[in-house]
């Protein structure tokens, strides 16, 4: 499964908000290197379209696409040279498909800060400058693999270009990210900042209604997407019923928890959409890549879908809503047959068709 991995400076919320992820009690404490174990958890992306798909079909339940997050410990200043805990767990790291990084914004005397005083700019800086320094170790190693294989002829001499390419780039103190260079070659390296990435900054309330700060905040790590929430809010919202977490998030000035923020644009950054399907048992979302074709999309539900695949009848989620059925959105003419080239697109209603 596509994961993204959280990383931050000990003490910003890291653990906080994973708790709120898997709404499973891991330990958040107020000292450094808190979080030790590393976690994984799932979490549903909000889609509105499901509910209205099951009333729609009648449909018994529903079921929401989901992404997983992967936490590790703090990292600090030093991480990647052996001090605190740091780069024994950047390996936990190494399989996300994206990273998101916390960075702490919300002022609190009781809670310490590693180092002593709350500055996101810096924070960032020292977090970047560490897996900078990560996936410079780890190129150092693998180039000198590199060269031995190219020489015994077992490998592609273009696996050890791309290699230093990457290191000139980590030399002038950039992410890999940043450059334009195709580093597929050397993917199984697992590269951090090769990664894409999103910033979440956990921030005080005060901030979450102050549209300057939050431009200022989102200025800093452009084009990269920033999310805003408060962490501990987060935690509460997740114990309360739904109207009354809507209630105290509305009376925040927010229309969307920073959990649906980070699972919706985490789905985006991941360079996922869905299609749904519906029927009188369930309505359900599908994960599949930007891009991907019908067969494939048939593949997620079943590989035998995929292999014996004929043709998708597709509607379009907005088509559907207002048809009001399948039969009326046939009658409308606006149910498709589209066959194995056909590509999908986000909030298609599909039923294959395929041979068993
Ligand atoms: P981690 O080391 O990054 O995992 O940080 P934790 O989640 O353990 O949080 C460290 C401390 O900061 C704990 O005492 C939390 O209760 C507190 N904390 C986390 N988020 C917030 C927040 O949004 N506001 C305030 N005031 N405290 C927070």
């Known amino acids: 499964a596509l994961t993204i991995g959280i990383v931050g400076l000990p003490n910003v919320g890291k653990s906080t908000l994973f708790n709120a992820l898997t ?8 000292y450094p290197f808190a979080t030790i174990e590393p976690n994984v958890g799932v979490v549903n992306l909000p889609d509105t379209r499901l509910t209205k798909l099951a009333e729609i079909f009648g449909s018994e339940r529903i079921l929401p696409a989901a992404v997983s997050f992967v936490d590790i410990a703090g990292i600090v200043a030093g991480a990647s ?3 605190g805990l740091g780069n024994k767990f950047l390996a936990n790291i190494r399989e996300a498909d994206a990273i998101a990084q916390v960075v702490r914004g919300f002022v609190d005397p009781d809670v310490v800060h590693v180092d002593g005083a709350v500055n996101p700019a810096s924070d960032m800086e020292t977090i970047n400058t560490e897996l900078i320094l990560a996936d410079l170790q780890t190129l150092e190693k693998a180039e000198a693999r590199f060269e031995k294989e190219v020489k015994g002829k077992k490998l592609d001499p273009n696996v050890l270009v791309v290699a230093k390419e ?7 103190g950039k992410p890999l990210s ?3 260079i195709d580093f597929s070659p050397i993917a199984e390296l697992g ?3 090769a990664k894409p990435f999103i910033y979440v900054f956990n921030v005080d309330e005060s901030v979450l209604t102050d ?3 939050l431009a200022a905040l989102a200025a800093l790590v452009a084009p990269a997407k920033a999310i805003f929430l408060d962490a501990k809010l987060e935690s509460e919202l997740i114990d309360l019923e739904p109207e009354d977490a809507a209630e105290l998030l509305a009376s925040t000035g927010q229309t969307e928890s920073g959990l649906d923020q980070l699972a919706r644009i985490g789905f985006a950054t991941l360079g996922l959409q869905t299609y749904l399907t519906a029927g009188p048992k369930e309505s359900r979302a599908w994960t599949i890549p930007q891009g991907a074709k019908a067969p494939q ?15 998708a009848e597709v509607v379009s989620f907005d088509d559907l809503v207002e ?7 046939r009658a409308h003419g606006k149910a498709r047959i589209e066959g194995k080239d056909y590509v999908m697109q986000d909030g298609d209603v599909v039923e294959f068709r395929f041979n068993v």
Not at 166 to 172: F, G, I, Q, T
Not at 304 to 310: C, H, L, T, V, Y
């Open 297 to 311: 999309a048939a593949g997620v539900i079943h590989t035998d879908f995929e292999k014996g695949f004929i043709k």
């Open 23 to 30: 709404k499973n009690q891991v330990l958040a404490a107020n």
């Open 211 to 213: 549209d300057a700060q």
């Open 178 to 180: 940043s450059s334009n």
């Open 191 to 193: 590269l951090l900042t």
């Open 166 to 172: 990457a290191r000139a780039v980590l030399d002038s």
């Open 323 to 329: 048809t009001g059925s399948i039969a009326e959105a």
């Open 81 to 83: 040279e052996g001090e």
